[in-house]
């Protein structure tokens, strides 16, 4: 299968939230199907980016993993504020952004909002009849300024500044063409979400077969 040229892009993780939710454990790090969260995600990303960025508030935790390691710029820790430091230290003009808790990311979707992008697009973001999806979406680096101006009026709401973006919504109807399941989009906050994923995917015992390309951490 033939697919459409993707544009040169990074692919920035987001990981500094409190992770409170798991007892101040890093989520990142906690395991599922015998793997950090972390992993499954870093392998999701393949070869689909010319660099990995995580975004991290404990970079000695992930020392090992081949990754460029950056922290928040600002002092008060967001989403937000997290998007903000990965398109600042990224390389490439375009960025995917997502959580670090979302161990079933899907290549293909990631694959297809690449080809969606355009030269004079800033944002390109899923929409789900459970609303848009911020934290797996592509964001121009011209978002800086219009980001930076929110977080300066003390507004870390991600969608806070679209108004000031060219923002291109995909709809679920396409989505599912990539992912049928919409499985991209579950995100991990408790023990609980574990055991829900887990029975909801019994068949899951591993990362899907299109992961297999990924490269594993050191």
Request: hydrophobic fraction near 40%; proline fraction near 7%.
């Amino acid at each position: 299968m033939t697919h459409t040229t993707i544009p040169p892009c990074s692919g920035i993780i987001l990981a500094g939230g409190l992770s409170s939710r798991f007892g101040g454990r890093n989520k990142a790090l906690v395991e599922w199907n015998g793997r950090p969260l972390l992993d499954h995600i870093r392998q999701a990303f393949g070869d689909l980016f010319q660099e990995i960025i995580l975004v991290t508030n404990t970079p000695g935790d992930f020392a090992a993993w081949d990754m460029t390691l950056v922290t928040d710029l600002f002092a008060e820790r967001s989403s937000l504020t997290g998007i903000h430091a990965g398109l600042f230290y990224a390389k490439h003009p375009l960025a995917f952004v997502t959580a670090c808790d979302t161990p079933l990311l899907q290549p293909a979707l990631i694959r297809m909002l690449l080809e969606t992008a355009g030269d004079d697009t800033d944002v390109v973001i899923p929409q789900t009849e459970n609303g848009l999806e911020p934290l797996c979406a592509l964001y121009s680096q011209r978002c800086l300024h219009p980001i930076s101006h929110r977080i300066r009026q003390g507004d870390f709401r991600i969608r806070s500044f679209f108004r000031k973006a060219r923002v291109q919504h995909v709809p679920e109807k396409r989505l599912r063409q990539a992912d049928p399941d919409l499985r991209s989009f579950y995100n991990i906050n408790t023990s609980d979400d574990l055991e829900q994923v887990r029975q909801q995917f019994p068949l899951l015992n591993g990362p899907p077969e299109s992961h297999a390309n990924g490269d594993l951490p050191s």
